[in-house]
T-cell receptor
Framework: EAQVTQNPRYLITVTGKKLTVTCSQNMNHEYMSWYRQDPGLGLRQIYYSMNVEVTDKGDVPEGYKVSRKEKRNFPLILESPSPNQTSLYFCASSLHPGTSGYEQYFGPGTRLTVT | AQKVTQAQTEISVVEKEDVTLDCVYETRDTTYYLFWYKQPPSGELVFLIR??????QNEISGRYSWNFQKSTSSFNFTITASQVVDSAVYFCALSDNTGGFKTIFGAGTRLFVKA
């Protein structure tokens, strides 16, 4: 089954404790992306990647890191989480922009609470 | 700069009514992509449609139709004969060549369909 998986689905942590949210897709997609969703703000892109070893900042990259060492995986790293990073996070993947398959498939979401 | 505006925060209709969700976008690129996604109460994000900037043909899929007008920078979504299952948050999104296909989402429109 074609899918994007995220782990964990729920996470409560404390300020300053490094954490990683994993994202994996099994569709051989080039494009992967992380978003955060906050009430009234829609989804805001944090980072995206057009392919292995290629990453770019989205609109809200501060406080986050990503890496793309393998095509299928795109982990999101919070080196020192703060309460303003409490949010619902989505990972997404798609074929390369410009192809007929450029439509993003989303993971189930990770609800993160930082206290 | 890219921008997507969904001016309608919430819309409430009675079942079988037609409803149109507005989306206005801004971009300087001539090549760009527009999307609609649905987020039902269960929280997942579901792709509905993609439109390329060079294809202004309107599209109909069952009860759903989309009106793309470059002259007014709008990509509106109409649900005909709405049903309770259409209750969801609907997001419009834009991706263009500027900065390598970063994706910008609107704030979303929450649609309530009452029986």
């Amino acid at each position: 089954e074609a899918q994007v998986t995220q782990n964990p689905r729920y996470l409560i942590t404390v300020t300053g404790k490094k954490l990683t949210v994993t994202c994996s897709q099994n569709m051989n997609h080039e494009y992967m992306s992380w978003y955060r969703q906050d009430p009234g703000l829609g989804l805001r892109q944090i980072y995206y990647s057009m392919n292995v070893e290629v990453t770019d900042k989205g609109d809200v990259p501060e406080g986050y890191k990503v890496s793309r060492k393998e095509k299928r995986n795109f982990p999101l790293i919070l080196e020192s989480p703060s309460p303003n990073q409490t949010s619902l996070y989505f990972c997404a993947s798609s074929l390369h922009p410009g192809t007929s398959g450029y439509e993003q498939y989303f993971g189930p979401g990770t609800r993160l609470t930082v206290t | 700069a890219q921008k997507v505006t969904q001016a309608q925060t919430e819309i409430s209709v009675v079942e079988k009514e037609d409803v149109t969700l507005d989306c206005v976008y801004e971009t300087r690129d001539t090549t760009y992509y527009l999307f609609w996604y649905k987020q039902p109460p269960s929280g997942e994000l579901v792709f509905l449609i993609r439109r390329n900037s060079f294809d202004e043909q309107n599209e109909i899929s069952g009860r759903y139709s989309w009106n793309f007008q470059k002259s007014t920078s709008s990509f509106n979504f109409t649900i005909t004969a709405s049903q309770v299952v259409d209750s969801a948050v609907y997001f419009c999104a834009l991706s263009d060549n500027t900065g390598g296909f970063k994706t910008i989402f609107g704030a979303g429109t929450r649609l309530f369909v009452k029986a």
